[in-house]
């Protein structure tokens, strides 16, 4: 079963020229949880994900506690903001390189790359590296359970 047939084709990117408050607003906008970030040749440049546009604002401790439950409410940081300077600047500050497969992959590979690279959601690429499609953690788990009512 080749991903393909199961990737979503409508895929919601931007251009490698955008700003972090462009990538923000698309991300509100279709309420995605990773951003591809396509050239003029509409070829993948890089990714960036909901949690990188998010890591502006948590406080700097969440990166050293092992576990936040203690944590009750963060108060004031609650309400914090990036400064129009960090939101104009270039996404590409904070794109990271893509981890993809190509249109002719099989399920069970993408599942696999997805758990090792604690991926939700993986850009599908064709032949020539353009961005056809993106496949959920969901959308290929489904595809290979449905296979399942078939077995006799």
């Avoid at 992959?105 to 064709?126: C, E, I, K, W």
Wanted: charged share 20%.
């Amino acid at each position: 079963m080749s991903i393909s047939k199961y990737m979503k084709r409508n895929v919601v990117s931007i251009p490698d020229t955008s700003t972090v408050r462009e990538a923000a607003a698309v991300f509100v906008k279709h309420h995605v949880g990773l951003l591809p970030i396509v050239d003029q040749n509409n070829r993948l440049a890089g990714v960036v994900g909901l949690r990188d546009l998010l890591s502006l604002v948590l406080p700097d401790f969440v990166n050293f506690v092992v576990d936040v439950d203690f944590v009750h409410d963060f108060g004031a940081v609650e309400t914090t903001r990036p400064s129009a300077a960090v939101l104009d600047q270039s996404i590409k500050l904070l794109m990271k390189p893509p981890i993809t497969v190509n249109e002719d992959s099989g399920l069970l590979r993408a599942y696999a790359l997805m758990l090792q690279h604690n991926l939700h959601d993986v850009p599908v690429l064709s032949k020539d590296g353009k961005l056809v499609g993106m496949a959920s953690r969901v959308d290929i788990g489904t595809a290979i359970l449905s296979a399942w009512a078939k077995v006799a």
